[in-house]
Structures are given as structure tokens and as C-alpha cells.
């Protein structure tokens, strides 16, 4: 018995020598995650009310297009989009969702985009059609309260131009350019008609 349990010592001491005993680094490193992409905004704060003036004409707003900024943009980003929708009733969920604005291949140097700035200036951006068929930022122009969602997405490569002007709510977007996505965030809001 007694052999035995020296014959246990030893392997278990040969054991954690082999692995190392788990008492010293063996220069393993984890990867860091890389940073996720964020979006934030002056104009209105994530999950609270969109004030009057970024609401359609027909509801007493300016349609002014919302103040963002575009931080920890992943390595090797080449692009970005952004799309902001309604899923609320009488819109519909996922691709029939109504779309009120789609602005692809901002660059991706582009951290800034200032209130009702015109991104149609900026070269290789596309400026999709939305819910009732006009390119731009459309306000919310809903007749009871609505919740807007605006999807920020970083884009190994820039949306390849069509003979059409591309129309995509989220869930098209994704179906659509899947291999092109490298990361994506939200920043939510809610209009109440006044």
C-alpha cells in the first residue's frame, strides 16, 4: 500500500509538471475582444422621447435629421450604414418595417454626422428610399406614440451602387450584405404626436 501511494505522488507530481502545476505563466495571452461600435446622440438620449423639431412637417416638426457620432469603429472597417425604422402598427415587423432613413458608405473616417447634415454631398454615399418613397431622413409622422430605432452598421466594404435606389429595413440589410457586416448598434427612441 504503501508503494502504491508513492507511485500516486510521483504521477501526480509528474502530472503537474507536465502542465506547467499552474504556477507560473506559460506566456499564454487571450485575445481582446475588439471593441464593440457605438452610436450616441446629442439630439435625443438612447430609449427616450425625440423631440418636435426632428418630427415630420405633418406633425409640426422640421424634419431634421438627428445629431450622431460613430465611435470604436472595428480595424479594417471600410464603411458604414445607417438605417432607422418602425416597427409599430400600421408598419409592419422585419422587412416590412417602415424605413425613415437609409444612408449607406459613409466613410468610415466619418465619426460625426452634424443635425440635418446633407450626407448626399459626401462622395459614394447612397441615400435609399424610405417609407413613402422620398430619399433623405423622414421624421417620425406617426398618429399615436412610435418607437424609432436607428441601426449603425461597420462594413468590411462599401454597398456596391445599383441602377436602383435601394430601399432596406434591418432585417433586409442583413439578409442582403451579411458578409459585409462586422459589427452593428442601436440607439433607440420614441416620438408622441403633440
Not at 3 to 32: R, V
Not at 63 to 70: D, F, G, M
Amino acid at each position: 500500500m504503501k508503494m502504491i501511494n508513492i507511485l500516486w505522488g510521483m504521477g501526480l507530481a509528474l502530472s503537474l509538471a507536465a502542465c506547467g502545476g499552474g504556477d507560473k505563466d506559460q506566456g499564454y495571452t487571450s485575445t481582446p475582444e475588439a471593441p464593440q461600435l457605438k452610436i450616441t446622440s446629442t439630439s435625443f438620449t438612447d430609449q427616450g422621447e425625440i423631440p418636435l423639431q426632428y418630427a415630420a412637417v405633418a406633425k409640426g416638426g422640421k424634419n431634421t435629421s438627428p445629431q450622431l457620432s460613430i465611435a470604436s469603429v472595428p480595424t479594417g472597417t471600410k464603411a458604414v450604414a445607417i438605417i432607422m425604422h418602425d416597427e409599430m402598427s400600421p408598419c409592419g415587423t422585419a422587412d416590412i418595417a417602415c424605413v425613415h432613413w437609409n444612408v449607406l458608405n459613409l466613410p468610415a473616417t466619418k465619426k460625426d454626422i452634424a443635425e440635418n447634415e446633407n450626407l448626399a454631398a459626401i462622395p459614394g454615399v447612397i441615400l435609399g428610399s424610405t417609407y413613402n418613397g422620398l430619399t433623405g431622413y423622414q421624421g417620425p409622422n406617426p398618429s399615436a406614440k412610435h418607437v424609432y430605432i436607428i441601426t449603425a452598421y461597420a462594413l468590411r466594404e462599401a454597398i456596391s451602387p445599383t441602377s436602383t435606389i435601394p430601399r432596406y429595413t434591418p432585417s433586409q440589410f442583413e439578409s442582403a450584405h451579411a458578409g459585409l457586416i462586422m459589427s452593428k448598434t442601436t440607439w433607440t427612441g420614441y416620438f408622441v404626436p403633440r
